[in-house]
């Protein structure tokens, strides 16, 4: 019988694969669970069996039932979802709630589920320094450094750039792929520079609450949080929460693959989607707005 050593498959296109604590240990070494915030449901969340083989990984940044459906249509043995489907304490597992059911799935069928949220936020390389390729940077370091850790660690990210806001707002757009919603401060307009950024993945306000920038970039933020960051001279670019995430897997999945040697295949979920689309009338409203 042939044997699978490092990268080499098995005849017939099948992977070799590696056990489920072996997968973690990888994930565990590209961001420790220990740098995920306190209140933060983080690590392997469901574990089938403790001798589980995995073959096959989806990468998702939300498991939802569409996207649970599609990791049992490709025969996934492991789902990383960026949010935690488990993140309250459940009180039963039946089969009235959708987060319930997801789980019930997952045992059912023996599918693992990891989940590395906060953990990847602040990982150098990980989600935060993502989000901020958009940007020109000319410097850039975490808004609060972890302690302990190495250079480069911690919550959200400050940038030094010069770009006016027209540029930045395409850039954004352009990396994200996606829609961008801007909130001019008071006495800022498209041609204005900006010379500093905060950076926060998903629902930032209350990391940026404070922080010193001519502009930020986040997720999503509340009306009256929008008000306040104008009034106080920051423009605020929101991707909509996800999609401020989403385009990391992207960038994580040749990093897994490096990492496990080959041995297991990394898909990319085709179902996974921010569950919020802006929809303008007629032509872009906000791109005509920008090039203005």
Request: glycine content about 8%.
């Amino acid at each position: 019988m042939l044997r699978c050593v490092g990268s080499v498959r098995r005849s017939m296109g099948t992977l070799c694969g590696q056990k489920l604590d072996q997968v973690v240990k990888q994930l565990e070494s590209f961001a420790p669970t220990a740098l995920a915030e306190k209140w933060d449901n983080v690590g392997l969340l469901i574990e089938p069996s403790k001798d589980k083989h995995i073959e096959r990984i989806l990468l998702t940044n939300d498991l939802t039932e569409p996207v649970m459906s599609e990791a049992l249509e490709k025969k996934a043995d492991l789902i990383i979802s960026y949010h935690p489907p488990i993140f309250k304490a459940l009180t039963r597992i039946t089969m009235a709630n959708w987060k319930e059911r997801i789980v019930a799935t997952c045992l059912v069928n023996s599918v693992a589920l990891y989940s590395p949220h906060t953990a990847w936020d602040k990982v150098p390389g990980g989600v935060n320094d993502w989000l901020a390729k958009a940007v020109d940077i000319q410097g850039i370091k975490p808004l609060i450094p972890e302690p302990g850790a190495e250079p480069g660690t911690g919550s959200g990210r400050l940038i030094e750039t010069n770009m006016p806001i027209s540029q930045l707002v395409h850039a954004l757009q352009d990396h994200i792929e996606n829609s961008v919603h801007v909130a001019f401060a008071v006495g800022h307009h498209s041609k204005t520079f900006v010379k500093t950024v905060g950076i926060c993945a998903g629902a930032g306000s209350s990391l940026l609450r404070g922080v010193q920038a001519d502009l930020m970039i986040t997720g999503e933020m509340s009306h009256h949080e929008l008000l306040e960051f104008n009034h106080n001279g920051t423009t605020v670019l929101l991707c909509n929460h996800s999609n401020s995430e989403r385009g990391f897997l992207r960038e994580f999945k040749p990093i897994l693959e490096e990492r496990l040697q080959g041995t297991c295949e990394v898909l990319i979920s085709e179902k996974d989607k921010d569950p919020l689309h802006t929809v303008f009338r007629g032509s872009s409203q906000a791109a005509q707005q920008v090039k203005q």
